[in-house]
Nanobody, 127 residues
Framework: QVQLVESGGGLVQAGGSLRLSCAASGRTFSSYAMGWFRQAPGKEREFVAALSWSGGITYYADSVKGRFTISRDNAKNTVYMEMNSLEPEDTAVYYC????????????????????WGQGTQVTVSS
């Protein structure tokens, strides 16, 4: 069983920044692929960013490229997402997710390919 706990959400003005964290349990965290997804009210959950077990390969949704950066610290069993130049359209509940086994490059953005999910953290960007 893997537990994921997100933190770092909050209310920020447009143009501001937030740093989300996702702390994971499990002895083999360093082997997990990790992803961030978000869900706005009335919308489907969408892919935001993901990275490989080593952190050497990263993926981003077009809407956040150049503004968000995903990273991980395997020594701390934690994945981060630095969010800059936030826009009201970024308002959503943000979820981190873990994939415990090998994942193909085309599958990183697919929510159904992840095995465990956190409870989510709210990010609200005011205009």
């Amino acid at each position: 069983q893997v537990q994921l706990v997100e933190s770092g959400g909050g209310l920020v003005q447009a143009g501001g920044s937030l740093r989300l964290s996702c702390a994971a349990s499990g002895r083999t965290f360093s082997s997990y692929a990790m992803g961030w997804f978000r869900q706005a009210p009335g919308k489907e959950r969408e892919f935001v960013a993901a990275l490989s077990w080593s952190g050497g390969i990263t993926y981003y949704a077009d809407s956040v490229k150049g503004r968000f950066t995903i990273s991980r610290d395997n020594a701390k069993n934690t994945v981060y997402m630095e969010m800059n130049s936030l826009e009201p359209e970024d308002t959503a509940v943000y979820y981190c997710a873990a994939r415990l086994t090998h994942i193909g490059s085309y599958d990183y953005p697919r929510a159904g390919k992840y095995d465990y999910w956190g409870q989510g953290t709210q990010v609200t960007v005011s205009s």
